[in-house]
């Protein structure tokens, strides 16, 4: 299957690489609780440089997940919100988060065990 400039074996491939990279979930759970301001991003992330929150917030508004709303204000007001591909996706990250929670208790137990 090819999409864009890319050539994925399955369709789980495509949605790995629209959430691949260390910030694009960190990013999307943020927005999935409400709409938020780009310094309001850097806060709450503050280990991400402003420049690859750039980066990322683009990646995501390109594949579709993410909106940008800019106000023509002074000073300039820019908000990012989840679309409704992006909401749609949530569960998904969720899933992941438990998957993650699980794989951990387990791998911890293995190496109690392993230990005694």
């Not at 629209?18 to 999935?32: F, H």
């Not at 579709?64 to 569960?91: D, F, N, S, W």
Request: charged residues 25%.
């Amino acid at each position: 299957m090819k999409l864009r400039n890319a050539v994925y074996s399955c369709t789980s491939e495509v949605t790995l690489e629209l959430i691949s990279g260390k910030w694009k979930i960190p990013i999307l759970s943020l927005l999935a609780s409400q709409t938020r301001r780009y310094n309001e991003l850097q806060k709450l992330i503050p280990e991400i440089t402003p420049k690859v929150l750039t980066i990322q917030l683009r990646e995501l508004e390109s594949s579709g997940l993410v909106h940008r709303q800019a106000y023509a204000v002074i000073p300039p007001k820019v908000e990012y919100m989840l679309t409704e591909l992006g909401k749609r996706l949530m569960p998904v990250l969720l899933q992941l988060c438990d998957f993650g929670t699980d794989y951990l208790a387990h791998v911890q137990n293995e190496e109690k065990v392993v230990q005694e």
